[in-house]
């Protein structure tokens, strides 16, 4: 490991990095020295490596974990400014640390990283070594909360896991530290030792004094003007916190007064060192960033129609953002050729995750010529008496560059004026073309957008090439720094990455050449394809992985599957916890017996040309190590009891003002138990129980490890702890349903569980205030207002419960603890529920006037929902029509403040008295809380009557006693229908031509 050490930092010295120390310290990561999080702030350049020791209490494991450390080494990179090549010179330094790139499978996944605590963030990714991750690889954005001008580009190399796979170890101590030495030898004492002290033996009121003194230490500092001591004491101040986190000493209150002093720290530190060092005159000087290029003065032209090849190169783009991006590129490319008189044939558009390729069928030469008429003055004030051009009429002429006997008179809406015809003459394509690409570049956003050497370029990643063909002549685009040519790159690995793009026709096919599959359909075929035919060769199947083929698809350039295996004594572990780990952590594709059962098999896909053998062996190393973890994980889990566990929920964070996680679990349990209260005996003592654990399961460490496998792990804890199956799954699926439309609770206490959990989300987070804004929507409160719709709609149990109602059900829980919501909140969170509702159902193909009818019921959404139904059902019954149209004109003429109001000594005239008793007889038959159905039955008999009133009667009569009886007589007709739907919603959809 010794050799590796001395490798990188030669590596990185010789391409022009300065050799620094391990800061004298504890420090969480690389990161927190000040040569990396001090040094990327302000303008100077600045390139350094060092080693540093990472000290994580947290991950303290007595040395018996194989993968995890309290102190681990991290290699630490800083290019400032970016060097506009980081990967490929990150490639070379796996090169000199004597990893094969070719035969192995080197990958960039995305993984963006943040320091609240630090007011620090970048874009970037987690470097793979045969799906192992290896180093964290990030553009810095932020740090301090200041925004970093130029952006820095961080390496951060997980030294440990390295050499595990290159020298083929299954656990640290077994890593070769120096000839003779291993690193267990060397350092497995103090891995124990030091793991001991923080999670056994750490003094816990000599670290909330140490924490204290460092805090007042670092103020002092500040005061002084001291960055770098400050620096140092918010340090101590990092550590100490992490040493009383591991023993379990911080509360949710606790961790969050502690956060936010420590932020106050880190950026005040940062931005007086930024102002020491512009005090200083920034002695190293200002980093230099690349010009912006330029057109040429003449630009080539084409004298047929051509194909159009406009390729973007991106580093490797998120996955999520491949097809988001080239169907962006796509519309704006279309838009803007639709701006201009460019003829041409059909946009298409494909992508990698390095790639947006775009081609467009037959481009003309050049514009058509258009005639374009320019309005001058009056004709009245254009010439003079005598007929001559008056100055007003020379000053145009002048401007359009004619002589005034060229004027001609033009009418212009009747009025006649002056003014000249010109042809506007047709500019060519690659002049069109050249302006339009660039301003497509420009543009270029994604959900999270960076900076990197190009200072007026921002995307999800840097934009590092640019091809522009049309037919075979190179159309020239310049964006900022960026100018486009016909050298395209391919592989990194390829003998020639760089190579030149002969033209613009059959470039798909070219790049197959070079080992790229640019058609995202044609990657995931193949994908597909190999993973079925590899699963069957063990007499297993690959199903139901969609999502993930998905992001597979846009993880690779060129897929390559292999079939890998694990120890079938895994498989005792629930499968759910083998195939999150497969699925989130590694992109495997599990494998499956026909009958649904896991085989101990799984699918990876490679990117591009590797040594099978290596890096299946590789893929199968990490995917053992995952296991082994989650195997510990189960195994410590398994000793703690549940109710034991939910305890510590205390140690957890909610939100700040929402109290820990426990006081969320309370307040559940309570929300549950008020909505439960009529259940059957049976249902009643299972939910109660339920309700007492309820989300313990978070406090377990393999939840904390993997969350997604919330509620599954609550399931496999209780049973085998000794609770009931029904309490068991109701525990399960109060986490249900995990997304939109995803399955429901079966079961009546799981689905209150489910309900209450979502209810206490939207209450306390519309409570304070943390309502969704855009696309910014952090807990998930869209998916929790669709989930407690679904689980109203979808469980009969349920049908009755009010929306309203509930929400204010959990609105008494937070008041119990203290918690203030106030009512606009409650009306606010109601108001969110419902429109989430009424898109949810307009997107499932409801007609919008449908739905809108049936709103007012929204509050029960079973309701609305049987509604809905009886209105499609009846939307071509012409009674029913003749209903809606009668019921509709008297909601037209009825004020809204009218009250409904019988005075039967004002109403004598036949169809007054026809349309009274029809209503007495309505309202007889109706019973309470009848449905849509049932009300449309015995409504019918008003149709006529009020037909007929309105042809016999005139509603508005002088006597106003008459009037306000007729207009009584309306709204009770209007007031008794109005609790079914809002008629009027309902348009004209309905309506009969009469």
Known sequence: MQEALLALTKYWTDRGCMMVQPFNTEVGAGTLNPATVLRVLGPEPWRVAYVEPSVRPDDARYGQNPNRLQTHTQFQVILKPDPGNPQELYLGSLKALGIDVEANDVRFVEDNWASPALGAWGLGWEVWLNGLEITQFTYFQQAGGMTLDPVS??????????????????????????PGISYGEAFGQAEYEMSRYYLDDADVATNRRLFEDYAAEAERQLEQRLPVPAHYFVLKCSHTFNVLDSRGAVSTTERAKAFGRMRGLARRVAKLWAERREELGHPLGLAELPAATALPSTLPTTDEPATLLFEIGTEELPAAEVTKTAEAVRQSITTRLGGTRLEHGEVRAHATPRRVVITVDAVAPREADAEKTVKGPRASAAFDADGNPTKAAQGFARGQGIDPSELQKIDVNGVEHVGVIKTEIGRTAVEVLSEQLAQVVGELRADKNMRWNDPKLSFTRPVRWLVALLGDVEIPVAVSSLASGRETRVHRTAAAPTVRVPGADGYLDFLAQHGIVADPVARREQIVAAAAELAASVDGVVEGEDALLEEITNLVEQPNALLGSFEESYLELPSEILTTVMRKHQRYLPVRAADGSLRPKFVAVANGDCDPDVVRAGNEAVLRA??????????????????????????????????SMADRAKRIAGIALALGAELSTEDGETLARAAELAKFDLASQMVVELTSLAGVMAREYALRAGETPAVATALFEMELPRTAGGTLPSTVPGAVLSLADRLDLLVGLFGVGANPTGSSDPFGLRRAALGAIGVLRGIPALNGVKLGAALELAAEQFRAQGVDIPEQALTDAREFVLRRFELHLIDAGNPHQFVGAVLPLADSPAAADRSLAELTRRAGDASFGELVAALQRVRRIVPADTAPSLNTEHLKEPAERAVLDALDDARDALPAEAPLSVFVDVAEVLTAPINTFFDDVMVMAEDPDVRAARLGLLASISDFAGRQLDWQALGTELTPTR
């Open 153 to 178: 580009v961080e390496i951060t190399y997980g030294v440990e896991r390295i050499m595990m796979a290159l020298q083929g170890v299954d656990h640290f101590k077994d890593i070769a530290y120096a």
């Open 626 to 659: 995952r296991y082994e973890d989650a195997a510990f994980f189960w195994r410590a889990d398994l000793e703690v009891s549940p109710q034991d566990m939910k305890a510590g929920l205390d140690k957890l964070a909610f939100e700040e003002r929402l109290g």
